[in-house]
């Protein structure tokens, strides 16, 4: 299920981060997926082997292949399909700086290899750019799925997570903390 997958996802972070002393895979941002290649999260993981890339696509899935930038990748060609996204503001962040694991977002259901969704107009992180929040309702027509940064994963209706909204203090994606 999507939210077993989650899960895997969320224990190959934290085998990562204890590898790479807390620290977080970089992001490749708004790239193709040819630039990719070690440079975010779902390509490190393969080049490393350590998950089965299967785990990246949510079996409630109605799209396949990998959308990075402006292109999608079809399945056959990326070798995978990617129905997740990913915390932008964890790019190469240590874990150490984060103060509250269980309300920040590491990875969730929808497309792009990142997302990144503000706290509030006026919020600290802005200088990152604008909401982009790749987020999906495939599970009931209104329900996400999302694992934290401390391993927990859970679904949340999801009315409330898309690129003209803010963040909430129980789910959101600074490392730091809310903006209040």
Same mark, same amino acid.
């Given at each position: 299920?999507?939210? !077993?997958?989650?899960?895997?996802?969320?224990?190959?972070?934290?085998?990562?981060?204890?590898? &790479? %002393?807390?620290?977080?895979?970089?992001?490749?941002?708004?790239?193709?997926? #040819?630039?990719?290649?070690?440079?975010?999260? /779902?390509?490190? /993981?393969? $080049?490393?082997?350590?998950?089965? =890339?299967?785990? /990246?696509?949510?079996?409630?899935?109605?799209?396949?292949?990998?959308?990075?930038?402006? $292109?999608?990748?079809?399945?056959?060609?990326?070798? @995978?399909?990617?129905? @997740?996204?990913?915390? @932008?503001?964890?790019?190469?962040? !240590? *874990?150490?700086?984060? +103060? $509250?694991?269980?309300?920040?977002? %590491?990875?969730?259901?929808?497309?792009?290899?990142? !997302?990144?969704?503000?706290?509030?107009?006026?919020?600290? &992180?802005?200088?990152?750019?604008? *909401? &982009?929040?790749? =987020?999906?309702?495939?599970?009931?027509?209104? %329900?996400?799925?999302?694992?934290?940064?401390?391993?927990? #994963?859970?679904?949340? +209706?999801?009315?409330?997570? *898309?690129?003209?909204? &803010? #963040?909430?203090?129980?789910?959101?994606?600074?490392? $730091?903390? /809310?903006? *209040?």
């Amino acid at each position: 299920s999507c939210i !077993s997958n989650l899960k895997q996802i969320g224990l190959t972070f934290a085998i990562y981060t204890d590898d &790479y %002393n807390g620290v977080h895979p970089p992001c490749g941002g708004y790239v193709t997926l #040819a630039n990719l290649k070690n440079k975010d999260w /779902f390509t490190i /993981f393969d $080049e490393l082997d350590l998950i089965d =890339t299967k785990l /990246f696509d949510c079996p409630a899935a109605t799209t396949s292949g990998v959308s990075v930038g402006n $292109e999608t990748v079809s399945k056959a060609d990326a070798g @995978y399909s990617l129905n @997740y996204t990913r915390n @932008y503001y964890m790019r190469g962040k !240590s *874990n150490v700086i984060v +103060k $509250e694991p269980s309300a920040v977002i %590491n990875v969730l259901d929808g497309r792009n290899n990142y !997302s990144r969704w503000l706290c509030k107009a006026d919020c600290k &992180y802005k200088s990152d750019g604008a *909401n &982009y929040i790749w =987020t999906t309702t495939r599970h009931s027509g209104t %329900n996400t799925n999302m694992v934290h940064l401390d391993g927990h #994963a859970e679904t949340v +209706k999801t009315d409330w997570v *898309n690129a003209n909204t &803010y #963040a909430t203090k129980q789910h959101y994606y600074h490392p $730091e903390g /809310f903006c *209040n």
